[in-house]
């Protein structure tokens, strides 16, 4: 009985076998149940945790690289690979190990394995390496663990707090703080976990993924734009902690942490976005010196 489609054909022909195809739609079925408690999961986390609201977006994403290299994939060779099958296998393994030890970053990544092994098992070794971006993009769809999430979020906080304090000390704002509480005379202003700037910082990330996915020139250019990601995302956070803090020290702690609250927070994220959009167009060749990809 066929399992995977015949070698020696274009991946765009559709003159493989039906009951090749069939038994993968099969497979690929049985996978969705493996892994439908996962998703439901996933998705709501992205519902309900603000940290992840860039969830849904993502294999969207992944989906439009995909349909934008669809000429070049059709016309690679369909080279089914049995050892896709293994993966896919240990794709389900961690998933199991994931369920039994209440790991969910497990089951998570497990879905990722699982599709790389599907690639890999009925389309072969060359379509795998051309889709390895947008399977790997789908990991930033995925969240962290709680002990990694709450450091990083007390890290950051602490940072923005302390850096965001100083400068606006140099501004003459009259507060006084305590940890991640700053007293004004009219009142309080306690810095969150959203105001972490770890939602922003991934957000972020994936997006400097995808602009060094499409830059042109040596792997130091396209490492340049996601590595430049973190320093432009945590000076937005702290650039907008400090208009708070000075905000509420002119105005009241009631006026800034109002509409003034969130206008901050898209403006200074639609600057980071622009940063990294113009490092992007700094670091491409110029005409007639092209690199080669």
């Not at 991640?180 to 972490?196: K, Y």
């Not at 939602?199 to 994936?206: D, F, Q, T």
Request: glycine letters at 10%.
């Amino acid at each position: 009985m066929t399992v995977l489609p015949p070698v020696g054909r274009r991946i765009g022909e559709a003159a493989a076998p039906r009951a090749g195809w069939a038994q993968g739609a099969v497979l690929v079925a049985l996978a969705g149940a493996a892994w439908a408690r996962m998703l439901g999961t996933l998705w709501t986390t992205w519902m309900t945790n603000d940290n992840y609201s860039h969830g849904p977006l993502v294999p969207l994403v992944s989906l439009v690289l995909v349909w934008l290299r669809r000429d070049k994939l059709r016309a690679l060779p369909l080279a089914p690979d049995a050892r896709g099958l293994w993966v896919v296998g240990a794709g389900c393994a961690l998933l199991v190990l994931g369920i039994r030890a209440d790991l969910f970053a497990a089951q998570e990544w497990s879905l990722l394995v699982a599709i790389a092994g599907l690639v890999l098992a009925f389309l072969g070794v060359p379509a795998l390496r051309m889709l390895a971006f947008p399977i790997l993009y789908l990991g930033f769809m995925l969240t962290f663990p709680p002990l990694i999430m709450n450091t990083l979020n007390f890290a950051l906080k602490n940072l923005a707090v302390q850096s965001a304090g100083f400068g606006a000390k140099l501004f003459g704002a009259r507060f006084e703080r305590e940890g991640m509480q700053i007293f004004f005379p009219d009142g309080e202003l306690r810095v969150e976990a959203p105001c972490s700037g770890l939602r922003s910082l991934v957000a972020l990330l994936a997006t400097g993924a995808l602009f060094a996915y499409f830059q042109r020139g040596g792997v130091w250019r396209r490492a340049a734009v996601v590595l430049a990601a973190v320093p432009i995302a945590l000076a937005g956070n702290v650039a907008r902690l400090l208009l708070l803090l000075v905000a509420a020290d002119r105005r009241g702690v009631a006026w800034a942490t109002g509409g003034f609250h969130d206008v901050t927070g898209y403006v200074l994220y639609a600057v980071a976005l622009a940063l990294l959009l113009g490092l992007r167009m700094l670091l491409t060749p110029r005409p007639g010196r092209e690199v080669a990809r």
